[in-house]
């Protein structure tokens, strides 16, 4: 059974700085891409980052870009997101994802609220 596990949220003030982790079980983690997606309320669900099966292909959202870095453990089964220089609009609920043949695996999600 598939399990993502995500933890690290919190609450921020603006300029401040998160690190969000993801504990995946479930399946061979170390053959596949993972992703980070961010959901603020009233708004779609959003990709915020993704990472290759071995973490050499790496993308962001624009709104992301030089703020934060997704990386990975694969012997520790486990995607990081870190957060630098949070924005109010960086609010949201974060949650990891994988794609396994067609299907998509979410994790519950961590709450992530910058403000003063």
């Known amino acids: 059974q598939v399990q993502l596990v995500e933890s690290g949220g919190g609450l921020v003030q603006p300029g401040g700085s998160l690190r969000l982790s993801c504990a995946a079980s479930?399946?061979?983690?170390?053959?596949?891409?993972m992703s980070w997606y961010r959901q603020a309320p009233g708004r779609e669900r959003e990709l915020v980052a993704s990472?290759?099966?071995?973490?050499?292909?790496?993308n962001y959202v624009d709104s992301v870009k030089g703020r934060f870095t997704i990386s990975r453990d694969n012997s520790k089964n486990t995607v990081y997101l870190q957060m630098n220089s949070l924005k109010p609009e960086d609010t949201a609920v974060y949650y990891c994802?994988?794609?396994?043949?067609?299907?998509?695996?979410w994790g519950q999600g961590t709450q992530v609220t910058v403000s003063s």
């Open positions: 994802r994988v794609q396994r043949a067609g299907i998509l695996n």
């Open positions: 479930g399946f061979t983690f170390k053959n596949y891409p």
């Open positions: 990472i290759s099966s071995a973490g050499g292909t790496i």
